[in-house]
């Protein structure tokens, strides 16, 4: 039983590496502006990236998203969605990609592109993040608002 355990130890350990372990660059991103998040596409062969392009509490439009190759780091399309603020962070859920952008949630066709709705939020100054859960619609303790304008 012991040579047991101790096989099972070993295992379980071998794939942790050590406290001094160093990050190695595997590739590195260029003419991306103010990136601030990433978020890999579920065919994991591109990342979504926010710009805010800008300062981050700017009502300019000059923010926009990126998509960057996961295998070498080269900008797919660099703005790919525009018209947005500052956007920061992102989720992908029911088939829409959804984005933080100062004081709204901003919802993107995840295909074109294309803004399909913006959410106020009432009272916020620095939405930072989004984060998506699976509920079923019959649970849903919250109920969207109405958009605000595409």
């Known amino acids: 039983m012991r040579p047991v355990l101790i096989a099972a130890a070993l295992t379980l350990f071998a794939g942790v590496a050590p406290a001094d372990a160093k990050p190695v660059e595997v590739w590195q991103a260029t003419g991306l ?9 579920p065919t994991a062969t591109f ?5 805010i392009n800008g300062k981050p509490l700017d009502k300019d439009g000059n ?6 190759s996961l295998k070498d780091g080269k900008v797919l399309a660099l703005e790919w969605a525009k018209g947005l603020d500052a956007p920061k962070g992102l989720a992908l859920a029911n ?16 295909e074109s592109g294309k803004i399909l709705a ?16 699976r509920m079923a619609p019959s649970t849903s303790p919250i109920r969207a608002p109405a958009p605000s304008g595409g």
């Open 33 to 41: 502006k103010t990136p601030e998040s990433a978020l890999p596409d």
């Open 47 to 51: 990342a979504y990236v926010s710009n």
């Open 95 to 110: 088939g829409r990609l959804y984005v933080s952008d100062i004081d709204k949630l901003v919802e993107i066709d995840p």
């Open 63 to 68: 923010g926009f998203i990126s998509k960057v």
């Open 118 to 133: 913006r959410y106020d939020a009432p009272g916020s100054v620095f939405l930072n993040d989004v984060t998506a859960a």
